[in-house]
């Protein structure tokens, strides 16, 4: 019988290996940061949680921090602010929330924003502390905002086609919210990639196909 092969370990095969290496630095021994950037439906969380899976294996504290809890609240989203690449998050608590107790080592504690009520929900508190590997994880983790705080910048491509039958894959028979993004996510990240040359300055690009 043949082997058989699990082709994320070939498609993910460099990003563990630059990974593995980054933690054997010295200056990497208080936890670093690795950033998760990329197309919808590309496979971003998929891909943080294969790395925790993998790391945690090998007795690695690996902890993910994700950017869709960092969507504008609807006061927030002014023809101004929406008009900006990489405006319709929030960068500035993502970073004031998360990067920067990370950077001290403490405890990361906001409200995530929930999507049905297109606000905080009061009764939710996430509360995390900060690990070995720290994976943030989304579109827009990369946004210049930030400044350079990660170890590792990965970008996610995926053509438009396979991107599509992804997010349809995800969400179901819901035609309007396919036709958002559409009309309106997937330009936006489009602008943001662009604008900021995103891609381009990633340590690591990793293919769908």
Same mark, same amino acid.
């Given at each position: 019988?043949?082997?058989?092969? #699990?082709?994320?370990?070939?498609?993910? %095969?460099?990003?563990?290996?630059?990974?593995?290496?980054?933690?054997?630095?010295?200056? !990497?021994?208080?936890?670093?940061?690795?950033?998760?950037?990329?197309?919808?439906?590309?496979?971003?969380?998929?891909?943080?949680? @294969?790395?925790? %899976?993998?790391? $945690?294996?090998?007795?690695? #504290?690996?902890?993910?921090?994700?950017?869709?809890?960092?969507?504008? !609240?609807?006061? !927030?989203?002014?023809?101004?602010?929406?008009? *900006?690449?990489?405006? &319709?998050? #929030?960068?500035?608590?993502?970073?004031?929330? =998360?990067?920067?107790?990370?950077?001290?080592?403490?405890? =990361?504690? @906001?409200?995530?924003? &929930?999507?049905?009520?297109?606000?905080?929900?009061?009764?939710?508190?996430?509360?995390?502390?900060?690990?070995?590997? &720290?994976?943030?994880?989304?579109? @827009?983790?990369?946004?210049? @905002?930030?400044?350079?705080?990660?170890?590792?910048?990965?970008?996610?491509?995926?053509?438009?086609?396979? !991107?599509? *039958?992804?997010?349809?894959?995800?969400?179901?028979?819901?035609?309007?919210?396919?036709?958002?993004?559409?009309? =309106?996510?997937?330009?936006?990240?489009? $602008?943001?990639? $662009? $604008?900021?040359?995103?891609?381009?300055?990633?340590?690591?690009? =990793?293919?769908?196909?």
């Amino acid at each position: 019988m043949g082997t058989i092969v #699990d082709m994320k370990e070939i498609r993910f %095969k460099e990003v563990v290996e630059a990974i593995t290496e980054l933690l054997e630095e010295p200056e !990497q021994e208080e936890g670093m940061l690795v950033a998760i950037d990329g197309r919808s439906g590309s496979g971003k969380s998929y891909l943080a949680d @294969y790395l925790q %899976k993998i790391f $945690a294996a090998c007795k690695v #504290d690996t902890k993910i921090f994700h950017m869709d809890d960092f969507y504008l !609240q609807n006061a !927030q989203r002014t023809e101004e602010r929406m008009a *900006e690449p990489g405006g &319709n998050v #929030d960068y500035e608590r993502f970073r004031e929330e =998360v990067l920067i107790p990370i950077f001290y080592g403490d405890t =990361v504690k @906001y409200r995530p924003f &929930n999507c049905r009520l297109m606000d905080f929900d009061p009764e939710e508190m996430t509360e995390i502390r900060p690990g070995r590997l &720290n994976i943030v994880e989304g579109s @827009y983790s990369q946004h210049p @905002y930030f400044g350079a705080p990660y170890a590792l910048r990965i970008f996610m491509d995926i053509d438009s086609e396979s !991107q599509l *039958e992804n997010i349809r894959n995800r969400i179901g028979d819901d035609a309007s919210r396919l036709e958002k993004f559409k009309t =309106v996510w997937i330009p936006k990240e489009e $602008a943001y990639f $662009a $604008a900021y040359k995103i891609e381009e300055q990633s340590d690591l690009v =990793v293919s769908w196909s």
